[in-house]
């Protein structure tokens, strides 16, 4: 890899979830672009074939996000599964699981959400599944 995108990725690293979330949109609205799911957690959403839009209502959802619920008596090992789940810094995997209901991770499969939902209530924390279109 390229010692600049070497830096970019340290100093990118280094952010908190808020300021990664304000460089997403400035990158959003510099290149005219969306990001279907938040890039720290690198699963980006398939796009829709064309005239998918009444069709996928009749489906039901298409993607998912998983909430942490409630934390409950094992905030620590909430933390490690959250951190292992998102890819988080602990400072910001600490932030997430303090700041509960707070999604773990958006838009992403069904099969994903109930992944996550298995790992983080193993743990000892509550995780609702949403569902949307």
């Given amino acids: ?25 400035a990158l959003e609205d510099k290149f005219g672009v969306t990001a279907a799911a938040p890039m720290m957690m690198g699963a980006m959403m398939p796009m829709a074939g064309a005239g998918g839009g009444e069709a996928a209502a009749d489906e039901g959802p298409s993607s998912y996000d998983a909430i942490l619920a409630e934390v409950g008596g094992n905030k620590i090992q909430v933390i490690k599964e959250v951190r292992a789940i998102t890819g988080l810094g602990l400072k910001e995997a600490k932030d997430l699981v303090d700041g509960a209901p707070k999604p773990i991770k958006e838009d992403i499969s069904e099969d994903e959400a109930k992944d996550i939902k298995g790992k983080i209530e193993a743990a000892g924390a509550k995780v609702e599944i949403k569902g949307h279109a």
């Fill in 1 to 25: 890899m390229a010692t600049k995108t070497e830096e970019i990725i340290e100093k990118i690293s280094e952010l908190s979830v808020l300021e990664l979330s304000e460089l997403i949109k």
